[in-house]
């Protein structure tokens, strides 16, 4: 029974650090600007006549952010584009181009690919990409703080686009205390 007990407390102790070590799990929002499409099949002259201009609105997608921290299950913990919801994003703080071309070598899921300013700016957007087939470096996103995984076809299906802004606390500078 004793051997029972101590093979099964293995188990679960094996099951449980075997998964992926989330370094947090926060809401992340991207704030778009999105202007409405124009009516389609009226001629301009109609179409101005009949509807006033609606002016662009700001729109704000809220996603389930996971930031990982541990570069030794980066990897891995990218394995999991493929399992990725569209309301659920990966964030990877700090941005290394070098590195990233190597971890992305043997991912071969796609994912929408955002890198992000310090500040949570939008800077450029690959989207539907397969890291593996990364062929050119990534050194025009080197003012990149931190790069976001979207879902394919997420960035598109929203209006997500470079120049929106991302809120999540990564992005926000700390309260200083002066004493």
């Known amino acids: 029974m004793r051997l029972f007990l101590l093979l099964a407390l293995c188990f679960l ?18 704030e778009s600007i999105v202007t409405p499409a124009p009516v389609q099949g009226a001629d301009k002259k109609e179409k101005d006549a009949q509807q006033p201009a609606v002016p662009p609105q700001k729109v704000r997608h809220e996603f389930s952010a996971e ?8 990897e891995n913990w990218l394995a999991r584009l ?4 569209e309301k659920e994003v990966l964030l990877s703080p700090g941005f290394d181009p070098e590195a990233l071309a190597q ?3 043997g991912i071969k899921t796609p994912a929408d690919v955002v890198f992000i ?3 949570g700016k939008i800077l450029a957007i690959l ?9 050119d470096p990534l050194t025009l996103k080197a003012e990149a703080e931190a790069v976001l995984y979207l ?7 929203m209006g ?19 004493q």
């Open 13 to 30: 102790s094996f099951q449980a650090s075997a998964g992926p070590i989330v370094f947090s799990r926060k809401p992340l929002y991207i």
């Open 67 to 74: 930031v990982r921290a541990a570069e030794q299950e980066h």
């Open 82 to 85: 493929a399992t990725l919801q």
């Open 103 to 105: 971890e992305w070598s």
């Open 117 to 119: 300013a310090k500040g």
């Open 127 to 135: 989207p539907t990409f397969t890291p593996a087939t990364l062929s």
């Open 151 to 157: 879902a394919p076809g997420t960035a598109e299906k």
């Open 160 to 178: 997500i686009k470079p120049g929106d802004t991302v809120t999540h606390p990564i992005f926000t500078p700390s309260t200083v205390i002066l």
